[in-house]
């Protein structure tokens, strides 16, 4: 089991950049593939990116893809998603998530067992 608390969410404006954080519990953390979802207002949970277990192959969704980058450090049983050129579409709470899937990595929320709280992210226009 693993427990996961983001962070670094916030307001920035538009063509900003922000680096989001989750750090996770426990000591089985490189078993798990990781991933970042977002939710805004009234939609569905989208899939915005995952990574590998060891870090070595990543995976974006065609909405973020070429203007972020997740990456994760075991030693420090963190994930991280670096955004940049933000836009105001991007606002959401985003949320990372542990899969004991395979690779490639799935973009359905059913694949994914734990979840963070999430964390805001607001971007101004």
């Known amino acids: 089991q693993v427990q996961l608390v983001e962070s670094g969410g916030g307001l920035v404006q538009a063509g900003g950049s922000l680096r989001l954080s989750c750090a996770a519990s426990g000591r089985t953390f490189g078993s798990y593939l990781m991933g970042w979802f977002r939710q805004a207002p009234g939609k569905e949970r989208e899939f915005v990116a995952a990574v590998s277990w060891s870090g070595g192959r990543t995976y974006y969704a065609d909405s973020m893809r070429g203007r972020s980058t997740i990456s994760r450090d075991n030693a420090k049983n963190t994930v991280y998603l670096q955004m940049n050129s933000l836009k105001p579409e991007d606002t959401a709470v985003y949320y990372c998530?542990?899969?004991?899937?395979?690779?490639?990595?799935?973009?359905?929320?059913?694949?994914?067992?734990?979840w963070g709280q999430g964390t805001q992210v607001t971007v101004s226009s």
């Open positions: 998530a542990a899969s004991l899937g395979s690779w490639p990595p799935s973009e359905q929320t059913s694949d994914y067992g734990y």
